[in-house]
């Protein structure tokens, strides 16, 4: 019998009190996000990217049709089908969800950091490369300065939030990854309690 007092106790003074003075929050400061959502139709992710092998023989491109799509790029998608890996004359593109600064858009080099890195993984080099925007700022364009070499993989690395070589958006706004890199990097495995996958008690419950 306490328990329905105690109720009535705290929903009269609620009833009968002034509302108390709330200031508005201050608004959360601009930011521009890489996009990344391999799940949307079509998937939103940087290209060219691996993902394009996913769900075909494992040599060669796979790039999926989408409802929709031109018939110019549905050719496209059956000459990649053909290719081992993407052609040497590719560029490299990725958007974001506000526009970025074309200030910001200098590329890493021997001599010095960058917003943009370009390495040849399969010789660990550096690549030369140029930046630029859609007019509207929201991709990224980068092309290198001479065609990717045959059977090499390449890394495009992206910089920002605070580092002072990083891209900027339009107007000083912070430039953040995807959501779904702070998994990638957080230090807490996503598919049990701990690393050690021998380990029975890390496995999750069933």
Known sequence: MARPSLVALVVVPLALACEPPV?????????????????ATPAVVPTPNDLAFTGGDGVHLNPPDVPG????????????RMLDGFPTSSTAMTTFSAPLDPASLTVGSASG???VTVVDTTTAMLTDAAAALSADGL????TPAMPFAAGHRYAVLLFGKDDPAGLRGAGGAEVLASPAFYFLLS???????CADASNPDCACPA
């Open 23 to 39: 200031s508005t929050p201050p608004a959360p400061p601009p930011v521009a996000v890489a996009l990344f959502d391999p799940l």
């Open 69 to 80: 799509e031109s018939a110019a790029q549905a050719s496209l998608n059956q000459y990649l």
């Open 113 to 115: 950091s960058g917003a």
């Open 139 to 142: 991709a990224l364009t980068i």
């Open 187 to 193: 230090p807490t495995p996503l598919v049990g309690r």
